[in-house]
């Protein structure tokens, strides 16, 4: 099985910084794209930004100029630096890599559990 655990999140003040990690373990072969996703009470999840395994990124309109994400292909790991923290980012967020298990052909989607990101004075 693969397993993708996130840690990072927690309450931060409006203008604060916080950085989510989120590691993939298991039986993997290889990972193609990596990235995150929000879903704030009351709302759709929503993508906040992605990696591909060659480094490039994409980010939701929201997020632009205050989050980058990157990676560590060896470490198997994600990160999603948020700086300028609002309101509006409060939610949980999620990790999502698209992994190739050993002996499998196809990529298919993993999850991780979610992390709490609160912005509140």
């Known amino acids: 099985q693969v397993q993708l655990v996130e840690s990072g999140g927690g309450l931060v003040q409006p203008g604060g910084s916080l950085r989510l990690s989120c590691a993939a373990s298991?039986?993997?072969?290889?990972?193609?794209?990596m990235g995150w996703y929000r879903q704030a009470p009351g709302k759709q999840r929503e993508l906040v930004a992605t990696?591909?395994?060659?480094?490039?990124?994409t980010y939701a309109d929201s997020v632009k100029g205050r989050f980058t994400v990157s990676r560590d292909n060896a470490k198997n790991t994600v990160y999603l630096q948020m700086n300028s923290l609002n309101a509006e980012d409060t939610a949980v967020y999620y990790c999502n890599a698209a992994v190739r298990r050993l002996r499998d052909s196809n990529y298919d989607d993993y999850w991780g559990q979610g992390t709490q990101v609160t912005v509140s004075s």
């Open positions: 298991g039986n993997i072969g290889s990972i193609n794209a």
């Open positions: 990696i591909t395994r060659a480094g490039t990124t």
